[in-house]
Every structure is written in C-alpha cells, then in structure tokens.
C-alpha cells in the first residue's frame, strides 16, 4: 500500500512549455485534489475531483487543467508554463465514507524560468 | 465561505518549555478542523483532528488541541518542546458540512506558524 504518490517530485521548465503532473493512490478513495504552496503561504486548492471522469474548479484554477480518467489516478497539466507557476504541488485524496483524514502526497517541486 | 486565522507566524520557545500556537475559524457551520505539521522540504503529517466528538483532541508527539466553540479557536498545545518540534504547523478547517455532506470535501490552510526550538 503505497498511498497517494505524485510523479515527478522535482522539475524545471521554461516560460511557455506544458507538462503533466500525475499522482496516484491506491487507497480507492473517492476524492482527489491539487494544492499548490507557495513561501508563506499554506495550501491553496487548484482543482478537485469527486469521483472517476468528474473534475472542478477550485480556488485558484487559472493555467491549470485536470484529468480524472481512472479512478487512481488524478493528472495536473500545465499547458504553457509561467514563473507564477513556481510553486509546490500536493495531491490529496480521501475516501466517500464518513472518513474525514485526507493523505497527501509528497509533493512535486516545479521551477519555472 | 470557511476561513482559518493563524495568530502567529513565528513562535520560538526552548527546549522543555511549553508550546502554544494559536488559531481562529470562522465557519457558517459546525466545522471539522485539523492541524498539519510540515517539516523543511517534507511533505504533509497530519497532528490531530477534531469532527464533532470530544472538544479536547490528543495527537501524535504528545501535542493536543482544544475546540472552543464560544471562542472559535483550535489552539495547539504541548507541555515540553523537543528539538524534533522545529517545523512549520498548518491549522485547517474541511468545507465538510456533515457526516453525509457529498460536496467537495476540501480543506482551507492558515498561512502557517514556523516553530522554532532553542536548545
């Protein structure tokens, strides 16, 4: 049981290039989420995921969009990258049930230049 | 809309000394509420939570929480600080509404309090 894994946990682009950010769990949780962290700053929801082939808004979406095609999985896409996009990227996921404790991944450091 | 206020962002003690770092809420509803520990370059490891059941809520690493409904705090606590301690402490509130709530279950941060120990 691996828990909520997010690929890659480190990466550099320049101005303009895309990316995928993946992260998957194997805890057959429901609910899935993307976070970014920035210095001073706690965790902000970019977007979320209640179940398979459903995604949303969160509170700062902007230059994002997500991917929920699989159950476990939960993809982030950066499709052309900006330096306010230097950040720190968590994924989370919690179950349906009455279990409340969201897991988090360990986070995927992106430098933008 | 939920919102979390981390009274301090810097709270430095020494070692054996007590630990006290504060948090308001504000929530339209009964709220759930955790507090997250992040230590340098780590990811995220949740203390404590409290949803609804005792207002007093033991944690991992001797630290405890106290909901204060009247109050609106979750203030964080431990007796005697170990150098282990030094971290970044998250407070959070979930946008769940009730057991049976299927909304979208997220949770909002405080800006964070960076505990330092002195030895």
């Known amino acids: 049981n691996a828990g909520v894994t997010q690929t890659p946990k480190f990466r550099v682009l320049k101005t303009g290039q895309s990316m995928t950010l993946l992260c998957a769990q194997d805890m057959n949780h429901e609910y899935m989420y993307w976070y970014r962290q920035d210095p001073g700053m706690g965790l902000r929801l970019i977007h979320y995921s209640v179940g398979e082939g459903t995604t949303a808004k969160g509170e700062v979406p902007d230059g994002y969009n997500v991917s929920r095609l699989k159950k476990q999985n939960f993809l982030l896409g950066l499709e052309s990258a900006a330096p306010s996009q230097t950040s720190v990227y968590f994924c989370?996921?919690?179950?349906?049930?009455?279990?409340?404790?969201?897991?988090f991944g360990p986070g995927t450091r992106l430098l933008v230049l | 809309a939920q919102s979390v206020t981390q009274l301090d962002s810097h709270v430095s003690v020494s070692e054996g000394t007590p630990v006290l770092l504060r948090c308001n809420y504000s929530s339209s509803y009964s709220p759930s509420l955790f507090w997250y520990v992040q230590h340098p370059n780590k990811g995220l490891q949740l203390l404590l939570k409290y949803t609804s059941a005792a207002t007093l809520v033991k944690g991992i690493n001797g630290f405890e929480a106290e909901f204060k409904k009247s109050e609106t705090s979750f203030h964080l606590t431990k007796p005697s600080a170990h150098m282990s301690d030094a971290a970044e402490y998250f407070c959070?509130?979930?946008?769940?509404?009730?057991?049976?709530?299927?909304?979208?279950?997220?949770?909002?941060f405080g800006s964070g309090t960076r505990l330092q120990v002195q030895p």
């Open positions: 989370a996921s919690i179950s349906a049930g009455e279990e409340e404790t969201q897991y």
């Open positions: 959070v509130v979930s946008d769940r509404r009730s057991k049976t709530d299927t909304g979208r279950r997220a949770l909002t």
